[in-house]
């Protein structure tokens, strides 16, 4: 038989794993029959509580404090088994965004237990070297609009953009003095631009959309890695963790046939 390519990819793989064991621990908890009126609490179960007490008090409960983190956890689960069977699950936005955190969150987790080697991190510093250079600067020219829309329509025949409190153009400003003025998240986008004398985006800042022609990019004296290693693999392990959740995102809607009516 032949499958869709997709089913061979190793990360859906990794995701049909962890939905299977999120299904398994899930169940482990709550019986597949909502119907069901039995709750048993194992001695697993006081255990876990009684380590979560210790962890947010620094101490072991009593036998007392431990009955009471008991009757929490049967009150929870008597609440929660009710509103199944009532159905509160379906059609709530606040469980919608928290099932696909955790989806997410299974994507993500791959690069949270990667080990990131010195050459892996060289390699990362390499390819962004005016994060952590002492003095990189930039030459660029902007267009503030609005709205995304508006921004890409504009990008065909740019000709002037919307008011805004902050200037058009910059001249050899520090990568601070960008990032005080239009956000961490314009920069990073800045950075993977290359210069050039076209209209670039739209980019987003925190007041809207920008389009930007960059003309010059000085990058500085970076430090050696042993020097900023904590922060080069930070920002290597969340920029691969967002890859990760977009490829997963990608992997799966591939095997959705999805209509969208205008």
Do not use: C
């Amino acid at each position: 038989m032949n499958l869709p390519g997709w089913t061979r990819e190793p990360l859906v793989h990794f995701l049909v794993a962890g939905a299977a064991l999120f299904a398994l621990f899930l169940w482990q908890g709550e019986p597949a029959d909502t119907a069901s009126r039995t709750i048993t609490v194992t001695r697993e179960d006081r255990a876990r509580l009684a380590i979560e007490w210790e962890r947010t008090m620094q101490r072991p409960p009593t036998d007392a404090e431990l009955d009471d983190q008991v009757e929490r956890y049967l009150r929870e689960e008597v609440l929660y088994r009710e509103a199944l069977r009532l159905g509160l699950d379906r059609d709530d936005p606040v469980v919608r965004k928290r099932m696909s955190n955790k989806m997410d969150f299974l994507a993500a987790s791959m690069a949270e237990a990667a080990h990131a080697s010195d050459e892996t991190l060289a390699a990362w510093l390499a390819g962004h070297p005016q994060r952590y250079a002492e003095d990189t600067s930039y030459s660029f020219d902007q267009l503030y609009f609005a709205e995304r829309a508006a921004a890409q329509r504009a990008l065909a025949a740019p000709d002037g953009g919307e008011d805004i409190s902050v200037p058009p153009t910059f001249e050899a400003a520090s990568r601070s003095e960008v990032e005080a003025r239009l956000g961490a998240g314009f920069v990073t986008r800045l950075d993977a631009l290359k210069p050039d004398s076209t209209w670039q985006g739209p980019v987003p800042s925190g007041f809207g959309w920008h389009l930007v022609r960059l003309r010059q990019r000085s990058i500085g004296k970076v430090p050696p890695l042993a020097n900023i290693r904590s922060a080069v693999e930070a920002d290597w392990r969340s920029e691969t963790q967002a890859a990760r959740r977009e490829e997963a995102y990608r992997i799966l809607r591939d095997a959705y046939d999805v209509k969208i009516e205008r």
